[in-house]
């Protein structure tokens, strides 16, 4: 509340405009009647303005201030709500410029209440809650950021994979900082056999990170226990852990979260590689001119809500000498709206993408399709979780 | 129960079921952060319908974008679709694609099928 001046209608205008024009602070006089009741306003700008001119004021300083107030003025109740302030405020911009509000107690001018000041309450009031806010976001993502850490130890050691192939891509573009996608590398076996693992975990952010935790560990296990079985026979294990884990197995379940995922298994005593995947598919880039070969996955997810164990997928095997690349990619690829007409990427044009690009090494292939990525998402917002594996042979 | 209209929002697609015709439609993108908070109601409404009439349905699906959480929402409604074709009911399922999106048509071609008794027809779009 600003400080208040009032005058009385009958008053002549030469006891208040000299007043107005030299105290500063008297953006708002109210013109109150006999019985103290407001009838008016005068503004300290438009009065400023209209007697600028001396013939004006040489005019009007005999009249009374009833022949310049503005009848036409907003009020307030003085012990009135700020929230429903706002709305008479709207109202009133809308309908006149007036710097400010009459505040109102039992129909008394109890004083003035300018816009500016107003203003400045609420640019107080929303650099608090903006503090509150920025304040509370730092919270979470400091939390965030410190799990993406956690995150990123369980993902495959990007040196170690590079050793195990000619050159290795990988784009990791979790949505959220953390997110449901991971890549995965076991170690090798005595004979130099090893697996390689794409996992798209259902949701982002948070709970696709803490699935994802969970494939990690049941990898891990199923490496330590399991090593002789095929990747088919790994996926069907890998689905019944991670069901039981989230004790998805029983009718009553609570959750119901699986995975996507693909998995490789080379064996360079052989020359032999093979691939099963669950709703992840395989691209191969032969080493000869032939065309970029596409290996669709097992439609089903894994690990979702269910009784039955899950039955081994089916393998298919692939020859090391033959292939110049494999590549592995989750939905976040396939599935982004962009270009033109918002389109999904899809499996021809990364097919396609990858014929333009043969001839790069894996990692050179891996940059080019992030930047492809990039550019194909346009100003579409990033969807979901992106993650592409390039194993370079 | 006659109607259920659920307007698109940046993550959620609309939702028109129209009870009393038999038609239903899900159309725009789905990903929401809680899948099952948008789709558990509706679809319990849809699956009550189901159960207690025998009339024909049509189930149009006008999605261009949609999540892995939301792809299991809509298998299961497909096992649904599927199963009350089994038992006699007329079930056309159509799936809407852009004539340039192979990637919703591919997706479309994978729930189609699992579906022996439903109908299954892709409608390209331009």
Known sequence: MSPTETVKVTARCDTIIPRIREDSSLKLVVVVDENNLPVGILERIEILTAMANPLAYAV????????????????????????????????????????????????????????????????????????EL?????????????????????????????????DVGIVWEPRDV??????????????????????????????????????????????????????GEVLGKLGDLVRQALNQDSEDAKSNDGFDSAIVRIEPASGVVNYAGARIGLFVVPREHEPVLRINGFKMALGYKGTEPHAPLPNTELKIHDVAAMVMATDGVFDQ????????????????????????????????????????????????????LVLGF | MSKLFIGAGVRTPQIT???EDGVFSLEGESYPED?????????????????????????????????????????????????????????LIQWHYAEDDDNIKELGEEFAEDLVSAKFELVEVN
């Open chain 1, 60 to 131: 009007f300083q005999n009249r009374p201030v009833s022949s310049l107030m503005d009848e036409e003025f907003f009020t307030f109740p003085a012990d009135g709500d700020m929230a429903d302030l706002s709305a008479v405020i709207n109202e009133s911009a809308e309908s006149i410029h007036t710097g400010g509000l009459v505040l109102l107690d039992d129909n008394r001018c109890a004083g003035v209440l300018l816009y500016s000041d107003f203003l400045g309450y609420m640019v107080r009031q929303d650099a608090e809650r903006a503090a």
């Open chain 1, 134 to 166: 920025a304040e509370a976001h730092e919270v979470v993502m400091d939390s965030v950021n410190y799990a993406s850490r956690i995150q990123q130890g369980l993902l495959g050691n990007r040196d170690k994979m590079r050793a195990s192939f000619t």
């Open chain 1, 178 to 231: 953390v997110g449901g996608d991971i890549f995965w590398q076991s170690p090798k076996r005595a004979d130099g056999m090893f697996w390689v693992a794409l996992v798209d975990c259902t949701g982002h952010g948070v709970p696709g990170a803490m699935v994802s935790m969970l494939v990690a560990s049941a990898l891990n296990r199923l490496w330590e226990t399991h090593n002789d079985l095929n990747p």
């Open chain 1, 337 to 388: 709206p962009g270009g033109a007409n918002g389109r999904a990427f899809g499996p021809t044009r990364l097919a396609d993408f990858l014929a333009a690009h043969r001839n790069d090494s894996a990692s050179e292939l891996a940059r080019k399709l992030q930047s492809e990525m990039t550019h194909w998402r346009g100003d579409q917002s990033r969807r979901d979780d992106l993650s592409a």
């Open chain 2, 17 to 19: 079921f129209s009870f």
């Open chain 2, 35 to 91: 899948v099952r908070a948008f789709y558990d109601d509706p679809m319990a409404q849809f699956y009550t319908w189901l159960e207690s009439t025998s009339a024909p349905l049509r189930f149009e699906f006008k999605l261009v974008y949609f999540n892995s959480s939301t792809a299991k929402v809509i298998m299961d409604l497909m096992e649904r679709l599927e199963e009350a074709a089994g038992n006699g009911r007329e079930c």
